[in-house]
């Protein structure tokens, strides 16, 4: 019997290289960016937000390009890409959610929205707008500047993560 797993783990293995290989058929990965499509530009991220995190916009904009970078063969341009990307973070907020009778506030949760607007020039039917939101909570007997660097880097990576599974991924 161990042979016989033993055989067929080697056969799914050869499939799984050998369609992995295969132009044009089901790719591990998962992307499904049109072939024609061969560029990317990314604009900055302004924080429109009533909180201003100084270094907020930047490190937004910079983990967008570089998740896009990573996992695509897509070429970073400054200005007409094929894929445009743009936006503004809209909403950057910390908020009690829930309540305990002796202390009061026991759960605060901080969240981002972000505004993006996806445009293909060629295939016009992907594009989007959409906002997106993220939230991250956390124990209200923390002080928010204390915890903020790490819950804020938390929401980026949600946040870029989503937008690049509606244009890379079409989730």
Known sequence: MKGIKGNL????????FTLSGCKGC??????NIPADVKSISVKFFPNKAAIINPTLSQRFTEQLKD????ETSLTLVANNGD?????EIIDYKT?????????????NRFSMTVRTVFECSTHKDLNFTENIV??????ATQNFQTVEANLSDEVNKQIVQEIFNKIALKW
């Open 9 to 16: 783990g080697i056969c799914f293995l050869a499939i799984l």
């Open 26 to 31: 089901y790719r591990l990965s998962g992307i």
């Open 67 to 70: 998740k896009f970078l990573r």
């Open 83 to 87: 894929f445009k990307i743009s936006g």
């Open 95 to 107: 908020e009690p959610i829930a309540f305990n009778t002796s202390t009061g506030t026991a759960k």
């Open 134 to 139: 993220k939230f991250q909570e956390f124990d």
